[in-house]
Structures are given as structure tokens and as C-alpha cells.
């Protein structure tokens, strides 16, 4: 009887976005429900106005696919992670204030800020998860653990945890404090995109590219549930924040709303045309989002009745008997965006070294389409890609003296106090 977490109506499509012109690869509602930000292979993230009918923000500031975006605790700022090896932050006004730091030597997949919003952790094909000051962007320190690209990696709701994911077919939990691997579950049997930790911190869900989505217990470290309803590799997940229902994603063009305590499948949503890349939930759980190789955002009414947060899971047995009933919406199949719906905010800042920055504000409400066809600004920005490729060069050399620096700091204090204890 589904009765106990859901009303007697099934959730239902509330909104749908259209404005990218790529893939949808990541989405964050913001703190206070009002917004939602979605992030792209199209180069750019968009803040879209969930409550009234305001027109729609595009950030543009990346050079390359936007791979991940959320928004920090207290909603006053975002970060994007970017194939073109940076973070940017952004303060999500109209000026399109942001700062950027080359964070990695390769592919940023992973953002997320720390639970008390201070840190930020990221994720790279360089293999390496890496711990970042919100304030200053100083780099904290870095985990070598995985050999295999870094997918995804996320904050324990404590903040004294990380929980990752690589193409090295590992799901790893790392120590904060000690930057040391806890453990690694190593029996999954292909690689994962997405890892969540369960609201109640007792466990973490694992989205995976053989179909299948786990549930471990990160105290006993065993596998707790296992659901194979997908017909394609999961690509994202989110926990309701309840703790009661997990939302999965998936390249077989549904979404999945998983009930954890009866350890079934409950709804299969179709509404996507094609895969769907990424979910979320709104922090009060009325409300969940997806977007899709389709470039749309759909905002979901969720229909929950409140329940008292789950304070963990049990291991339970996929029911098979009972199948999931589905819900299919169809929204219009016209491509046509109204650019007039949309303002285009140019985030503008230079590469900087993580101590000092300045943040140039560059205002842009028109379409960028004239501006290109001048062959004077291209010959600029030819200039300019080369300036930017030498100083990409320069900053990663700062970060790896950063690096040393810090190693040297602590090395310092280790002698200095090893010495006051002798006397």
C-alpha cells in the first residue's frame, strides 16, 4: 500500500523549460525553492524562475560543456564545473558576477559545496578529487585514490565525509579531516555516474552504467538494496529529502521514483524524448526536476504526503509482483525557443592565482550572434584563446607550487613542534 508516502494523486508535470541548445547535464533548485539552475554541453548554465513568469538568465563565462552546477547552502552563490578545467563561481544576479580558477589538469565532472557552504570539492579525469576555500579559492588538498576518471563526488550531510565515483568501477569514502580512503566497494561489476549520500548520512545510492542502482550502509559497508527496474545505464539519482523515496534517471528516457522502505519501484515517468541526464529534488521535497538529451527542464509536482525523515535504511527484497504505475506526459514538440524569454548574462573574469582576484561585471542583454560575424573581433578573440591557453599553463604551475608550499607549511610546524616537545 503506497498510500503511507504518497497522496491519492500521482505526481504530475508543474512546468517545462526550454533554452538550451545542447544536452541538460546537471540541475540544483536553490535553497528557498524559487529558483532552479541548469548547467550544459551548450557551454552554459540557466536560472530559471520557478514561481512567476519571469524571464529565464543564461550565464555564459565557460569556453567548453558545462558538466555539473549547484548552489551553495545559503543560495548567495553558485559554482559549475566545465570541460574546459575550470570552476567558476557565480553570484546569481543580472551583472554576471563571477571568478574562476583552473582547478584540475583535465575534464571537471564534479562541483559541490560543503554542508556549512566554507569548501568546495571537485572531480576530474585527472583522477584526483580536490578540496578548495569557498572564500579565497585556496587549494585545501588533493585525493589521488581512484585510477580512472572521477565522476561524481559528494559531501556527507555531517560535512565530516566525501563519497565518490570513477570509471575505475570503484565507490570510494574518504575521511575529510585526514584526507585518507576509508573504504572502497569494489564488487560492482561496470563503472557509475552518480553517488548520493542518503539525507540521514547512514548511507550512500550508487547510479550505475550496467542498469543497476545500489544502496550501501556506509557503517556496515554491505550492500542493503539493489534495483535493476531501468532498461539503460542510470545516469544521476537524488534522495527525497525525507529519506523515504529515491528518484533515478536514466538513457532509457524515464525516471524512476523508487520507495525505499517498501523497496520497490512506485512511478516510471515518461515526459523526456530520449535519455534523461539528471534529477533533483527541491529542499522541502515538494517539488523535483529533470532534464534530457531532449535540452529540456521538467519541474514534477511530487504529490508526497509529509512523513518523519527516515533515519536509515533496511535491507530489503525488490518486490517484483508489484509494477510500477506510470505516468506519461507530453509536452509540445516545438523546438522554437522565445530568445526574447531569455537574457544573456556575460560572466566575465580573468584567470587568477586563488588569493587575489579581481571580478570585471559585464552586463550583456543582447544575443551574441552579431557581434561574431566581425572578422576584427575574431582576430581579438584568436589573440585572446592564446593568451588564455598560456596563462592556463602559468596557473597550473601556481597550483602545483601551491601544492608544495602547503607540504613545506606543515612540514615546518611538524619540526617546530617536534623541537618544543624535546625541550
Known amino acids: 500500500d503506497i498510500s503511507a508516502t504518497m497522496n491519492n494523486e500521482d505526481p504530475i508535470l508543474e512546468r517545462h523549460f526550454k533554452g538550451h541548445k545542447d544536452v541538460v547535464t546537471a540541475l540544483d533548485f536553490s535553497p528557498n525553492g524559487k529558483k532552479l539552475v541548469s548547467a550544459s554541453l551548450d557551454h552554459t548554465i540557466m536560472i530559471w524562475n520557478l514561481h512567476q513568469q519571469i524571464r529565464a538568465y543564461r550565464f555564459i563565462g565557460h569556453t567548453d560543456a558545462v558538466n555539473d552546477v549547484c548552489f551553495s547552502p545559503s543560495g548567495n552563490l553558485m559554482a559549475s564545473a566545465s570541460r574546459d578545467r575550470s570552476v567558476r563561481l557565480w553570484i546569481p544576479n543580472i551583472r554576471g558576477d563571477s571568478t574562476e580558477f583552473r582547478a584540475h589538469l583535465a575534464t571537471v565532472r564534479s562541483v559541490h559545496f560543503s554542508p556549512d557552504g566554507q569548501q568546495l570539492v571537485t572531480g576530474s579525469d585527472d583522477k584526483t578529487i580536490k578540496l578548495w576555500t569557498v572564500h579565497r579559492h585556496k587549494f585545501v588538498c588533493s585525493i589521488p585514490t581512484h585510477t580512472n576518471w572521477v565522476r561524481c563526488v559528494r559531501f556527507s550531510p555531517d560535512g565530516r565525509m566525501l563519497v565518490s565515483c570513477a570509471d575505475d568501477k570503484t565507490v ?48 556496515t559497508r554491505k550492500l542493503l538494496q539493489q534495483y535493476d527496474t531501468h532498461s539503460g545505464p542510470v545516469h544521476r539519482l537524488a534522495f527525497h529529502p525525507s529519506g523515504h523515496i529515491l528518484e533515478t534517471c536514466s538513457a532509457d528516457g524515464t525516471l524512476k521514483l523508487l520507495d525505499l522502505l517498501e523497496g520497490r519501484a512506485i512511478y516510471t515517468l515518461h515526459g523526456h524524448q530520449g535519455a534523461v541526464t539528471c534529477c533533483g529534488f527541491s529542499y522541502n521535497g515538494e517539488y523535483f526536476a529533470s532534464g534530457g538529451r531532449d535540452k529540456q527542464v521538467m519541474v514534477w509536482k511530487t504529490n508526497f504526503k509529509p512523513v518523519e525523515l527516515c533515519e536509515g535504511l533496511e535491507v530489503t527484497e525488490e518486490a517484483d509482483h508489484e509494477q510500477p504505475l506510470e505516468v506519461t506526459v507530453a509536452v509540445s514538440p516545438d523546438d522554437s525557443v522565445d530568445e526574447e524569454q531569455i537574457t544573456n548574462v556575460q560572466g566575465r573574469s580573468e584567470p587568477e592565482t586563488f588569493h587575489n582576484y579581481n571580478t570585471n561585471k559585464y552586463k550583456n542583454t543582447n544575443g ?30 601556481v597550483v602545483i607550487l601551491e601544492q608544495r608550499l602547503s607540504l613545506a607549511e606543515n612540514k615546518i610546524t611538524e619540526l617546530v613542534n617536534n623541537q618544543r616537545n624535546t625541550h
Do not use: M, W
Request: charged residues 15%.
Open 172 to 219: 570510494k569514502l574518504h575521511d575529510i579531516q585526514t584526507a585518507s580512503t576509508l573504504h572502497s566497494f569494489a564488487d560492482l561489476r561496470s563503472s557509475s555516474n552518480y553517488v548520493a549520500f542518503h539525507p540521514s548520512g547512514t548511507c550512500i545510492a550508487v547510479a550505475n552504467a550496467d542498469n543497476s542502482v545500489k544502496v550501501y550502509d556506509i557503517r
Open 368 to 397: 551574441s550572434a552579431e557581434e561574431d560575424t566581425s572578422t576584427g573581433l575574431q582576430q581579438v578573440k584568436g589573440s585572446l584563446q592564446h593568451i588564455i591557453a598560456q596563462l592556463d599553463t602559468l596557473t597550473q604551475t
